[in-house]
Protein backbone atom coordinates (compact mmCIF):
# COMPACT_ATOMS: atom_id res chain seq x y z
CA UNK A 1 0.00 0.00 0.00
CA UNK A 2 1.39 3.63 -0.71
CA UNK A 3 1.37 5.63 2.28
CA UNK A 4 0.07 8.97 2.05
CA UNK A 5 3.00 11.60 1.18
CA UNK A 6 2.35 13.92 4.59
CA UNK A 7 2.69 10.90 6.69
CA UNK A 8 5.90 9.92 4.94
CA UNK A 9 7.19 13.63 5.30
CA UNK A 10 6.40 12.90 9.62
CA UNK A 11 7.65 9.85 9.95
CA UNK A 12 10.90 10.79 8.30
CA UNK A 13 11.62 13.85 10.14
CA UNK A 14 10.48 12.35 13.80
CA UNK A 15 13.24 9.96 12.99
CA UNK A 16 15.77 12.55 12.15
CA UNK A 17 14.74 13.90 15.78
CA UNK A 18 15.15 10.44 17.29
CA UNK A 19 17.96 9.77 20.05
CA UNK A 20 17.51 13.18 21.42
CA UNK A 21 19.71 15.09 18.91
CA UNK A 22 18.14 18.44 17.84
CA UNK A 23 17.19 17.45 14.10
CA UNK A 24 19.30 19.95 10.98
CA UNK A 25 17.13 22.41 9.69
CA UNK A 26 15.36 20.56 6.76
CA UNK A 27 16.46 21.73 3.22
CA UNK A 28 13.44 23.72 2.20
CA UNK A 29 10.80 21.65 -0.35
CA UNK A 30 10.11 22.89 -3.11
CA UNK A 31 6.39 24.08 -2.95
CA UNK A 32 4.03 21.53 -4.76
CA UNK A 33 3.32 23.31 -8.33
CA UNK A 34 0.01 23.70 -8.82
CA UNK A 35 -0.56 20.97 -11.57
CA UNK A 36 0.57 18.21 -9.08
CA UNK A 37 -1.55 19.99 -5.96
CA UNK A 38 -4.45 20.32 -8.21
CA UNK A 39 -4.38 16.67 -9.03
CA UNK A 40 -4.56 15.95 -4.84
CA UNK A 41 -7.88 15.47 -3.42
CA UNK A 42 -8.52 18.50 -0.79
CA UNK A 43 -8.31 16.13 1.68
CA UNK A 44 -4.70 15.18 1.02
CA UNK A 45 -3.39 18.82 0.99
CA UNK A 46 -5.07 19.36 4.95
CA UNK A 47 -3.65 16.40 5.85
CA UNK A 48 0.30 17.41 4.75
CA UNK A 49 -0.54 20.83 6.16
CA UNK A 50 -1.63 19.39 9.29
CA UNK A 51 1.27 16.92 9.41
CA UNK A 52 3.65 19.87 8.94
CA UNK A 53 2.27 22.03 11.23
CA UNK A 54 2.20 19.25 13.82
CA UNK A 55 5.50 18.44 12.93
CA UNK A 56 6.84 22.15 13.65
CA UNK A 57 5.11 21.94 16.63
CA UNK A 58 6.55 19.03 18.16
CA UNK A 59 10.16 20.86 17.50
CA UNK A 60 9.08 24.07 19.30
CA UNK A 61 7.82 21.48 22.50
CA UNK A 62 11.62 20.12 21.97
CA UNK A 63 12.96 23.76 22.23
CA UNK A 64 14.50 22.64 18.49
CA UNK A 65 13.57 26.61 17.04
CA UNK A 66 15.54 26.07 13.52
CA UNK A 67 12.93 25.34 10.67
CA UNK A 68 10.23 25.43 12.52
CA UNK A 69 9.31 28.81 10.34
CA UNK A 70 9.87 27.10 7.18
CA UNK A 71 7.57 24.42 8.32
CA UNK A 72 4.77 26.57 9.55
CA UNK A 73 4.85 28.23 5.97
CA UNK A 74 4.90 25.11 4.42
CA UNK A 75 1.96 23.90 5.85
CA UNK A 76 -0.05 27.14 4.97
CA UNK A 77 0.74 26.71 1.36
CA UNK A 78 -0.98 23.35 1.47
CA UNK A 79 -3.76 24.93 3.30
CA UNK A 80 -3.63 28.76 2.08
CA UNK A 81 -7.55 29.35 3.22
CA UNK A 82 -6.56 28.63 6.51
CA UNK A 83 -6.37 32.49 8.16
CA UNK A 84 -5.37 30.93 11.62
CA UNK A 85 -2.77 28.90 10.27
CA UNK A 86 -1.64 32.08 7.95
CA UNK A 87 -1.49 33.72 11.27
CA UNK A 88 0.87 31.48 12.71
CA UNK A 89 3.14 31.38 10.12
CA UNK A 90 3.48 35.07 10.16
CA UNK A 91 4.07 34.47 14.14
CA UNK A 92 6.76 31.79 13.27
CA UNK A 93 8.60 33.82 10.58
CA UNK A 94 8.90 36.72 13.18
CA UNK A 95 10.25 35.25 15.69
CA UNK A 96 13.00 33.49 13.56
CA UNK A 97 13.71 37.07 12.69
CA UNK A 98 12.80 36.64 9.21
CA UNK A 99 11.16 40.62 9.05
CA UNK A 100 11.26 40.77 5.66
CA UNK A 101 9.64 37.49 4.60
CA UNK A 102 7.00 38.50 7.54
CA UNK A 103 6.17 41.50 6.09
CA UNK A 104 5.67 40.24 2.18
CA UNK A 105 2.90 38.00 4.04
CA UNK A 106 0.68 40.24 5.75
CA UNK A 107 -1.11 41.19 2.61
CA UNK A 108 -2.17 37.58 2.06
CA UNK A 109 -3.17 36.68 5.89
CA UNK A 110 -4.82 39.63 6.03
CA UNK A 111 -6.93 39.59 3.02
CA UNK A 112 -8.42 35.85 4.38
CA UNK A 113 -11.92 36.57 5.22
CA UNK A 114 -12.95 36.06 8.89
CA UNK A 115 -12.70 38.32 11.82
CA UNK A 116 -9.36 39.98 13.30
CA UNK A 117 -8.59 39.59 16.89
CA UNK A 118 -7.03 41.82 19.04
CA UNK A 119 -3.95 39.02 19.53
CA UNK A 120 -3.73 39.04 15.68
CA UNK A 121 -3.92 42.55 15.20
CA UNK A 122 -0.71 42.93 17.63
CA UNK A 123 0.75 40.46 15.33
CA UNK A 124 0.33 42.45 12.36
CA UNK A 125 1.25 45.44 14.46
CA UNK A 126 4.58 44.44 15.14
CA UNK A 127 5.25 42.71 11.75
CA UNK A 128 4.87 46.07 10.24
CA UNK A 129 6.68 47.84 13.22
CA UNK A 130 9.75 45.78 12.47
CA UNK A 131 9.14 46.47 8.27
CA UNK A 132 9.45 49.88 8.90
CA UNK A 133 5.87 51.02 8.16
CA UNK A 134 5.07 52.43 11.83
CA UNK A 135 2.19 54.46 10.40
CA UNK A 136 0.68 51.34 8.81
CA UNK A 137 1.39 49.42 12.45
CA UNK A 138 -0.40 51.70 13.99
CA UNK A 139 -3.35 51.60 11.66
CA UNK A 140 -3.28 47.97 12.73
CA UNK A 141 -2.80 48.65 16.41
CA UNK A 142 -5.54 50.68 16.81
CA UNK A 143 -8.13 48.19 15.27
CA UNK A 144 -7.00 45.75 17.68
CA UNK A 145 -7.28 48.56 20.99
CA UNK A 146 -10.96 48.61 19.33
CA UNK A 147 -11.56 45.40 20.24
CA UNK A 148 -9.60 45.26 23.55
CA UNK A 149 -8.33 48.46 25.09
CA UNK A 150 -6.84 46.66 27.77
CA UNK A 151 -4.71 44.42 26.59
CA UNK A 152 -1.26 45.32 27.85
CA UNK A 153 0.69 43.81 25.17
CA UNK A 154 -1.37 45.77 22.65
CA UNK A 155 -0.86 49.47 24.20
CA UNK A 156 2.65 48.41 24.65
CA UNK A 157 3.68 47.90 21.16
CA UNK A 158 1.36 51.38 20.84
CA UNK A 159 3.74 52.72 22.53
CA UNK A 160 7.26 51.48 20.84
CA UNK A 161 4.85 52.60 17.30
CA UNK A 162 4.31 56.24 18.15
CA UNK A 163 7.61 56.82 19.85
CA UNK A 164 9.12 55.43 16.38
CA UNK A 165 6.67 58.41 14.88
CA UNK A 166 7.89 61.16 17.47
CA UNK A 167 4.18 61.28 17.95
CA UNK A 168 5.04 62.15 21.79
CA UNK A 169 1.47 63.28 23.28
CA UNK A 170 0.10 60.28 22.24
CA UNK A 171 2.74 57.97 23.28
CA UNK A 172 2.84 59.59 26.69
CA UNK A 173 -1.52 59.02 26.83
CA UNK A 174 -0.43 55.43 25.76
CA UNK A 175 1.92 55.25 28.11
CA UNK A 176 -0.20 56.50 30.95
CA UNK A 177 -2.98 54.11 29.78
CA UNK A 178 -0.57 50.96 30.17
CA UNK A 179 0.98 52.39 33.75
CA UNK A 180 -1.97 52.44 35.22
CA UNK A 181 -3.03 48.43 33.94
CA UNK A 182 0.23 47.16 35.50
CA UNK A 183 -0.21 49.30 38.40
CA UNK A 184 2.40 51.80 38.40
CA UNK A 185 6.21 49.62 38.04
CA UNK A 186 8.36 51.69 39.64
CA UNK A 187 10.71 52.33 36.29
CA UNK A 188 6.91 52.26 34.49
CA UNK A 189 6.60 55.62 36.62
CA UNK A 190 9.53 57.05 36.62
CA UNK A 191 9.53 57.02 32.50
CA UNK A 192 5.66 58.21 32.74
CA UNK A 193 6.70 61.56 34.74
CA UNK A 194 9.10 62.26 32.30
CA UNK A 195 6.68 62.00 29.10
CA UNK A 196 4.29 63.71 30.69
CA UNK A 197 7.17 66.53 31.54
CA UNK A 198 8.30 66.45 27.66
CA UNK A 199 4.55 67.26 26.40
CA UNK A 200 3.98 69.34 29.21
CA UNK A 201 0.62 67.41 30.18
CA UNK A 202 0.17 68.90 33.32
CA UNK A 203 -3.21 67.78 33.67
CA UNK A 204 -1.91 63.65 32.98
CA UNK A 205 1.11 64.93 35.53
CA UNK A 206 -1.35 66.00 38.41
CA UNK A 207 -3.44 62.85 38.08
CA UNK A 208 -0.30 60.25 37.84
CA UNK A 209 0.85 62.09 41.31
CA UNK A 210 -2.83 61.91 43.08
CA UNK A 211 -2.56 58.59 41.66
CA UNK A 212 0.30 57.07 43.38
CA UNK A 213 -0.12 59.53 46.34
CA UNK A 214 -3.49 57.34 47.14
CA UNK A 215 -1.63 54.04 46.60
CA UNK A 216 1.80 54.49 48.04
CA UNK A 217 0.99 57.28 50.68
CA UNK A 218 2.35 60.43 52.04
CA UNK A 219 5.92 60.06 50.22
CA UNK A 220 4.51 60.09 47.19
CA UNK A 221 2.25 63.39 48.30
CA UNK A 222 5.36 65.35 49.11
CA UNK A 223 6.58 64.87 46.01
CA UNK A 224 3.49 66.20 44.34
CA UNK A 225 4.12 69.05 46.15
CA UNK A 226 7.13 70.10 45.31
CA UNK A 227 5.56 69.29 42.32
CA UNK A 228 2.62 72.28 42.28
CA UNK A 229 5.34 74.52 44.53
CA UNK A 230 7.49 74.36 41.13
CA UNK A 231 4.61 74.65 38.95
CA UNK A 232 3.73 77.67 40.87
CA UNK A 233 0.24 76.95 41.92
CA UNK A 234 0.36 77.71 45.31
CA UNK A 235 -3.46 77.72 46.14
CA UNK A 236 -3.64 73.66 45.17
CA UNK A 237 -0.46 73.35 47.00
CA UNK A 238 -1.76 74.80 50.12
CA UNK A 239 -4.42 72.17 50.10
CA UNK A 240 -2.43 69.57 49.29
CA UNK A 241 -0.26 70.88 52.40
CA UNK A 242 -3.17 71.05 54.63
CA UNK A 243 -4.50 67.43 53.68
CA UNK A 244 -0.29 66.22 54.40
CA UNK A 245 -0.23 67.76 57.66
CA UNK A 246 -3.42 65.47 58.72
CA UNK A 247 -1.07 62.78 58.39
CA UNK A 248 1.79 64.25 60.14
CA UNK A 249 0.41 67.27 62.44
CA UNK A 250 4.24 67.46 63.86
CA UNK A 251 5.81 68.96 60.98
CA UNK A 252 6.32 72.18 61.67
CA UNK A 253 8.73 73.03 58.62
CA UNK A 254 5.69 71.41 56.55
CA UNK A 255 3.13 74.01 58.13
CA UNK A 256 5.48 76.98 57.71
CA UNK A 257 5.49 75.51 54.00
CA UNK A 258 1.37 75.24 54.57
CA UNK A 259 1.33 79.12 55.78
CA UNK A 260 3.57 80.47 53.12
CA UNK A 261 1.54 79.04 49.91
CA UNK A 262 -1.69 80.49 51.64
CA UNK A 263 -0.45 83.60 51.77
CA UNK A 264 0.97 83.49 48.33
CA UNK A 265 -2.42 82.20 46.37
CA UNK A 266 -3.92 84.95 48.40
CA UNK A 267 -6.01 82.76 51.57
CA UNK A 268 -4.28 84.69 53.99
CA UNK A 269 -7.20 85.08 56.47
CA UNK A 270 -6.97 80.71 56.34
CA UNK A 271 -3.18 81.46 57.29
CA UNK A 272 -3.69 83.34 60.28
CA UNK A 273 -6.52 81.21 61.58
CA UNK A 274 -4.23 77.87 61.30
CA UNK A 275 -1.99 79.81 63.02
CA UNK A 276 -4.02 81.28 65.95
CA UNK A 277 -5.26 78.00 66.46
CA UNK A 278 -1.88 76.45 67.20
CA UNK A 279 -0.71 79.82 69.50
CA UNK A 280 -4.01 79.23 71.37
CA UNK A 281 -3.03 75.33 72.38
CA UNK A 282 -0.06 76.74 74.23
CA UNK A 283 0.38 80.73 74.28
CA UNK A 284 4.27 80.49 75.39
CA UNK A 285 5.18 79.04 72.26
CA UNK A 286 7.15 82.35 71.15
CA UNK A 287 7.64 80.42 67.53
CA UNK A 288 4.27 79.76 66.84
CA UNK A 289 3.39 83.52 68.32
CA UNK A 290 6.45 84.74 65.78
CA UNK A 291 4.60 83.28 62.79
CA UNK A 292 1.57 84.53 63.92
CA UNK A 293 2.57 88.09 64.13
CA UNK A 294 4.45 87.35 60.84
CA UNK A 295 1.20 86.63 58.79
CA UNK A 296 -0.93 89.82 60.66
CA UNK A 297 1.94 92.25 59.18
CA UNK A 298 1.91 90.94 56.02
CA UNK A 299 -1.77 91.11 56.06
CA UNK A 300 -1.82 94.71 57.30
CA UNK A 301 -3.67 93.10 60.27
CA UNK A 302 -1.87 95.74 62.41
CA UNK A 303 -3.76 96.42 65.79
CA UNK A 304 -3.12 92.80 65.85
CA UNK A 305 0.06 92.50 64.74
CA UNK A 306 1.37 95.07 67.24
CA UNK A 307 -0.50 93.22 69.85
CA UNK A 308 0.87 89.67 69.13
CA UNK A 309 5.00 91.16 68.73
CA UNK A 310 4.08 93.16 72.22
CA UNK A 311 3.43 89.95 73.54
CA UNK A 312 6.88 87.99 71.81
CA UNK A 313 9.00 91.02 72.84
CA UNK A 314 7.71 90.15 77.17
CA UNK A 315 8.39 86.56 75.97
CA UNK A 316 11.77 87.34 74.68
CA UNK A 317 12.85 90.58 75.37
CA UNK A 318 16.50 90.27 74.31
CA UNK A 319 15.27 89.33 70.26
CA UNK A 320 16.40 92.52 67.82
CA UNK A 321 14.52 91.17 65.56
CA UNK A 322 11.13 91.24 67.36
CA UNK A 323 11.53 95.08 68.32
CA UNK A 324 12.57 95.81 64.33
CA UNK A 325 9.16 94.02 63.41
CA UNK A 326 7.42 95.75 66.50
CA UNK A 327 8.57 98.75 64.83
CA UNK A 328 7.32 98.26 61.11
CA UNK A 329 3.82 97.38 62.44
CA UNK A 330 3.72 100.78 64.55
CA UNK A 331 5.28 102.69 61.12
CA UNK A 332 2.34 101.16 59.20
CA UNK A 333 -0.16 102.05 61.31
CA UNK A 334 1.13 105.80 61.23
CA UNK A 335 2.17 105.57 65.11
CA UNK A 336 5.70 107.06 64.20
CA UNK A 337 6.28 107.50 67.95
CA UNK A 338 5.77 104.22 68.92
CA UNK A 339 7.69 102.89 66.49
CA UNK A 340 10.74 105.05 66.66
CA UNK A 341 10.66 103.77 70.57
CA UNK A 342 10.77 99.83 69.02
CA UNK A 343 13.82 100.63 66.65
CA UNK A 344 15.78 102.33 69.16
CA UNK A 345 15.70 99.54 71.03
CA UNK A 346 16.57 96.96 69.16
CA UNK A 347 19.52 99.20 68.06
CA UNK A 348 20.95 98.89 71.23
CA UNK A 349 20.55 94.99 71.25
CA UNK A 350 22.21 94.50 68.01
CA UNK A 351 24.25 97.66 67.70
CA UNK A 352 26.05 96.09 64.71
CA UNK A 353 23.23 95.63 62.57
CA UNK A 354 23.26 97.89 59.60
CA UNK A 355 18.94 97.59 59.04
CA UNK A 356 17.98 98.41 62.50
CA UNK A 357 19.35 102.14 61.67
CA UNK A 358 17.81 102.55 58.01
CA UNK A 359 14.51 101.09 59.63
CA UNK A 360 15.25 104.46 62.07
CA UNK A 361 16.10 106.67 58.89
CA UNK A 362 12.81 105.79 57.29
CA UNK A 363 10.97 106.42 60.42
CA UNK A 364 12.60 109.59 61.11
CA UNK A 365 11.28 110.84 57.28
CA UNK A 366 8.03 110.05 57.22
CA UNK A 367 8.00 112.06 60.53
CA UNK A 368 9.61 115.01 59.10
CA UNK A 369 12.31 114.82 61.28
CA UNK A 370 15.06 115.28 58.40
CA UNK A 371 17.73 117.28 60.67
CA UNK A 372 17.57 114.03 62.84
CA UNK A 373 17.98 112.28 59.50
CA UNK A 374 20.92 113.80 58.19
CA UNK A 375 22.69 113.67 62.20
CA UNK A 376 21.89 110.09 62.28
CA UNK A 377 23.73 109.49 58.86
CA UNK A 378 26.70 111.16 60.24
CA UNK A 379 27.11 109.04 63.29
CA UNK A 380 26.10 105.85 60.80
CA UNK A 381 29.40 107.06 58.46
CA UNK A 382 31.43 106.56 61.23
CA UNK A 383 30.07 103.39 62.41
CA UNK A 384 30.01 101.63 59.18
CA UNK A 385 32.44 103.54 56.80
CA UNK A 386 32.10 103.47 53.54
CA UNK A 387 28.84 101.68 53.87
CA UNK A 388 26.34 102.73 50.43
CA UNK A 389 23.04 102.56 52.43
CA UNK A 390 24.44 105.79 54.67
CA UNK A 391 24.29 107.91 51.54
CA UNK A 392 20.75 106.22 50.11
CA UNK A 393 19.26 107.11 53.35
CA UNK A 394 20.48 110.76 53.60
CA UNK A 395 18.94 110.93 49.86
CA UNK A 396 15.80 109.66 50.55
CA UNK A 397 15.49 112.26 52.85
CA UNK A 398 16.31 114.83 50.25
CA UNK A 399 13.61 113.74 48.42
CA UNK A 400 10.76 113.91 50.92
CA UNK A 401 12.37 116.64 52.65
CA UNK A 402 11.62 118.65 48.99
CA UNK A 403 8.51 117.94 48.61
CA UNK A 404 7.66 118.62 51.85
CA UNK A 405 9.46 122.30 51.59
CA UNK A 406 8.55 123.10 47.55
CA UNK A 407 5.24 124.49 47.60
CA UNK A 408 6.82 127.17 49.82
CA UNK A 409 7.69 129.77 46.74
CA UNK A 410 10.67 131.36 48.79
CA UNK A 411 11.63 127.69 49.58
CA UNK A 412 11.76 126.53 46.17
CA UNK A 413 14.96 126.80 45.29
CA UNK A 414 15.99 124.94 48.45
CA UNK A 415 14.25 121.98 47.08
CA UNK A 416 15.78 121.98 43.86
CA UNK A 417 18.75 121.52 45.01
CA UNK A 418 17.74 119.04 47.61
CA UNK A 419 16.22 117.25 44.64
CA UNK A 420 19.58 117.74 42.75
CA UNK A 421 21.90 116.66 45.56
CA UNK A 422 19.79 113.17 45.60
CA UNK A 423 19.90 112.27 42.34
CA UNK A 424 23.76 111.03 41.83
CA UNK A 425 23.05 108.47 44.58
CA UNK A 426 19.72 107.49 43.37
CA UNK A 427 21.31 106.84 40.15
CA UNK A 428 23.87 104.58 41.37
CA UNK A 429 21.11 102.48 43.55
CA UNK A 430 18.79 101.85 40.78
CA UNK A 431 22.08 100.87 38.53
CA UNK A 432 23.09 98.55 41.25
CA UNK A 433 19.44 97.17 42.28
CA UNK A 434 17.17 97.86 39.39
CA UNK A 435 14.06 96.62 40.97
CA UNK A 436 14.00 98.47 44.21
CA UNK A 437 10.91 100.37 43.61
CA UNK A 438 11.16 103.01 46.06
CA UNK A 439 14.30 104.50 44.96
CA UNK A 440 13.30 104.21 41.62
CA UNK A 441 10.31 106.20 42.30
CA UNK A 442 12.13 108.77 44.50
CA UNK A 443 14.79 109.14 41.38
CA UNK A 444 11.78 109.54 39.22
CA UNK A 445 10.19 111.76 41.11
CA UNK A 446 13.44 114.45 41.42
CA UNK A 447 14.11 113.95 38.02
CA UNK A 448 10.72 115.47 37.03
CA UNK A 449 10.37 118.30 39.28
CA UNK A 450 14.16 118.95 38.34
CA UNK A 451 12.69 119.32 34.69
CA UNK A 452 14.11 116.01 33.34
CA UNK A 453 11.36 114.37 32.26
CA UNK A 454 12.64 112.30 29.18
CA UNK A 455 14.76 110.70 32.04
CA UNK A 456 11.85 110.68 34.21
CA UNK A 457 9.02 108.64 32.38
CA UNK A 458 11.99 106.04 31.76
CA UNK A 459 11.87 104.94 35.23
CA UNK A 460 8.48 105.22 35.69
CA UNK A 461 7.67 102.72 32.96
CA UNK A 462 10.32 100.44 34.57
CA UNK A 463 8.29 100.74 38.23
CA UNK A 464 5.15 99.77 36.23
CA UNK A 465 6.87 97.66 34.05
CA UNK A 466 7.94 95.45 37.62
CA UNK A 467 4.82 96.70 39.98
CA UNK A 468 1.81 97.60 37.61
CA UNK A 469 -0.78 97.79 40.42
CA UNK A 470 1.57 100.87 42.32
CA UNK A 471 -1.28 103.68 42.95
CA UNK A 472 1.30 106.08 43.54
CA UNK A 473 3.47 105.75 40.41
CA UNK A 474 0.57 105.35 38.22
CA UNK A 475 -1.23 108.44 39.38
CA UNK A 476 2.21 110.57 39.49
CA UNK A 477 3.01 108.97 36.03
CA UNK A 478 -0.19 110.15 34.46
CA UNK A 479 -0.36 113.32 35.88
CA UNK A 480 3.22 114.23 34.86
CA UNK A 481 2.25 113.15 31.25
CA UNK A 482 -0.43 115.70 31.53
CA UNK A 483 1.65 118.28 32.04
CA UNK A 484 5.11 117.31 30.07
CA UNK A 485 3.31 115.36 27.61
CA UNK A 486 1.94 116.58 24.32
CA UNK A 487 -1.38 116.17 23.46
CA UNK A 488 -1.38 112.54 22.09
CA UNK A 489 -0.09 111.53 25.29
CA UNK A 490 -3.21 112.63 27.10
CA UNK A 491 -5.80 109.50 26.92
CA UNK A 492 -2.38 107.57 28.25
CA UNK A 493 -2.70 109.66 30.66
CA UNK A 494 -6.01 109.63 31.36
CA UNK A 495 -5.73 105.39 31.65
CA UNK A 496 -2.97 105.82 34.10
CA UNK A 497 -4.63 107.75 36.41
CA UNK A 498 -7.65 105.48 35.96
CA UNK A 499 -6.05 102.44 36.98
CA UNK A 500 -4.88 104.28 40.25
CA UNK A 501 -8.28 105.27 40.88
CA UNK A 502 -9.37 101.76 41.09
CA UNK A 503 -7.08 100.82 42.88
CA UNK A 504 -7.83 103.73 45.30
CA UNK A 505 -11.10 104.96 44.60
CA UNK A 506 -11.29 107.86 47.48
CA UNK A 507 -8.26 109.00 46.80
CA UNK A 508 -8.71 112.63 46.75
CA UNK A 509 -5.60 113.16 44.76
CA UNK A 510 -6.14 110.99 42.33
CA UNK A 511 -9.29 112.58 41.90
CA UNK A 512 -8.24 115.81 40.91
CA UNK A 513 -5.57 113.90 38.71
CA UNK A 514 -8.63 112.55 37.17
CA UNK A 515 -10.32 115.86 36.68
CA UNK A 516 -7.29 117.61 35.16
CA UNK A 517 -7.47 114.78 32.93
CA UNK A 518 -10.93 115.59 31.76
CA UNK A 519 -10.04 118.74 31.71
CA UNK A 520 -7.51 118.18 29.17
CA UNK A 521 -9.12 116.24 26.80
CA UNK A 522 -12.13 119.33 26.61
CA UNK A 523 -14.73 117.34 29.34
CA UNK A 524 -14.78 120.11 31.59
CA UNK A 525 -18.25 119.44 33.13
CA UNK A 526 -16.97 115.98 34.07
CA UNK A 527 -13.73 117.96 35.45
CA UNK A 528 -15.73 120.46 37.57
CA UNK A 529 -17.57 117.54 39.09
CA UNK A 530 -14.84 115.60 40.22
CA UNK A 531 -13.45 118.82 41.74
CA UNK A 532 -16.35 120.21 43.59
CA UNK A 533 -16.96 116.18 45.64
CA UNK A 534 -13.31 116.88 46.73
CA UNK A 535 -13.22 120.44 47.59
CA UNK A 536 -14.38 119.90 51.04
CA UNK A 537 -11.50 117.30 51.79
CA UNK A 538 -8.60 118.73 53.90
CA UNK A 539 -6.31 116.96 51.59
CA UNK A 540 -7.02 119.47 48.79
CA UNK A 541 -6.16 122.58 50.56
CA UNK A 542 -3.02 123.36 48.44
CA UNK A 543 -2.42 125.63 45.42
CA UNK A 544 -3.02 123.44 42.60
CA UNK A 545 -6.28 122.19 43.36
CA UNK A 546 -7.32 125.85 43.75
CA UNK A 547 -5.71 126.68 40.32
CA UNK A 548 -7.47 123.57 38.76
CA UNK A 549 -10.76 124.46 39.71
CA UNK A 550 -10.03 128.11 38.47
CA UNK A 551 -9.30 127.13 34.93
CA UNK A 552 -11.98 124.67 34.35
CA UNK A 553 -14.18 127.20 36.04
CA UNK A 554 -13.12 129.66 32.98
CA UNK A 555 -12.84 126.97 30.46
CA UNK A 556 -16.86 126.52 31.08
CA UNK A 557 -17.29 130.36 30.89
CA UNK A 558 -17.92 130.78 34.73
CA UNK A 559 -15.84 134.02 35.25
CA UNK A 560 -16.86 135.37 37.92
CA UNK A 561 -16.53 131.99 39.92
CA UNK A 562 -12.99 131.27 38.46
CA UNK A 563 -12.02 134.71 39.93
CA UNK A 564 -13.67 134.11 43.13
CA UNK A 565 -11.75 130.70 43.47
CA UNK A 566 -8.47 132.92 43.05
CA UNK A 567 -9.16 134.81 45.37
CA UNK A 568 -9.93 132.25 47.90
CA UNK A 569 -6.16 131.10 46.65
CA UNK A 570 -4.67 134.15 48.03
CA UNK A 571 -6.78 134.15 51.21
CA UNK A 572 -4.97 130.98 52.36
CA UNK A 573 -1.80 131.25 50.37
CA UNK A 574 -0.87 135.07 49.91
CA UNK A 575 2.58 133.76 49.93
CA UNK A 576 1.83 133.00 46.17
CA UNK A 577 0.54 136.29 44.67
CA UNK A 578 3.69 136.52 42.33
CA UNK A 579 3.22 133.36 41.33
CA UNK A 580 -0.56 133.21 39.58
CA UNK A 581 -1.62 134.57 36.48
CA UNK A 582 -3.94 137.51 35.55
CA UNK A 583 -7.02 136.03 34.38
CA UNK A 584 -8.17 139.22 32.77
CA UNK A 585 -4.76 140.43 30.91
CA UNK A 586 -6.30 143.19 29.18
CA UNK A 587 -6.77 144.95 32.26
CA UNK A 588 -10.20 145.19 33.84
CA UNK A 589 -9.37 147.43 36.98
CA UNK A 590 -12.52 146.07 38.73
CA UNK A 591 -11.66 142.40 38.23
CA UNK A 592 -7.88 142.01 38.54
CA UNK A 593 -6.25 140.49 41.02
CA UNK A 594 -4.88 142.55 44.02
CA UNK A 595 -1.26 143.14 44.64
CA UNK A 596 0.86 142.20 40.81
CA UNK A 597 -1.85 140.65 38.69
CA UNK A 598 -0.11 140.43 35.37
CA UNK A 599 3.34 138.36 36.78
CA UNK A 600 3.78 135.35 34.14
CA UNK A 601 2.91 132.09 35.62
CA UNK A 602 5.99 130.26 36.64
CA UNK A 603 6.44 126.51 34.91
CA UNK A 604 3.52 124.16 36.38
CA UNK A 605 4.59 121.49 38.01
CA UNK A 606 2.75 118.52 39.27
CA UNK A 607 0.58 117.91 42.31
CA UNK A 608 2.83 116.90 45.41
CA UNK A 609 2.70 113.07 45.57
CA UNK A 610 1.10 111.45 48.45
CA UNK A 611 3.88 111.41 50.67
CA UNK A 612 4.20 107.90 52.22
CA UNK A 613 2.36 108.28 55.54
CA UNK A 614 3.87 105.29 56.90
CA UNK A 615 7.50 104.06 57.37
CA UNK A 616 7.83 100.85 55.54
CA UNK A 617 10.67 98.44 56.34
CA UNK A 618 13.59 97.80 54.60
Not at 147 to 170: C, S
Not at 200 to 226: C, I, M, N, P, V
Not at 262 to 283: C, F, P, Y
Amino acid sequence: MIRPLGALLLLALVAGCAGGKPAPEPEPAPVPEADTLAAWSREDSLRVARSLFLLALDLENRDVSAGTADLVSRAFSYDPGDRWLGFRALEARLRAGQVDSAAALVGRVRALPGDTTATQALLLGQTLRFAGKPDSALAELRAGLAIDDENVRLLFETVLTLEALKRYPEMAAAHMRLTELLDYPDEMVSKQLVLNTLVRDTASQEKLYRALWERRGEQWGRQFLKWLIEAKRHSDGADVAIALLRESPDDEDLATLRTWLLLQSGRGAEARAALDSVWRKDTADAKALRALATVETELRELDSAVVHWSALAALDSGNAATFFFLASSHALKGDNENALAAIRRARRLQPTAEEFPRQEGLILTAMGRFDSVYALAAELELLFPGERFVDEMRATAQVRQAFAIEEDPARRREADSLFEAAIPTLRKRVLRDPVTVVAIFDLASALERTGKFDESRVHFERILAHDPKNSVALNYFGYSLLIHGDSSEWRRADTLITRALALEPANASYIDSKAWAFHRLGNDSAALELLLSIENDEEMRHVEFFEHKAEVLESLGRTEEALQTRKKLLELFPEHAKTLRDPHPEGDPERALPEEPSVPVEPEKTALPPAPAKAVAP
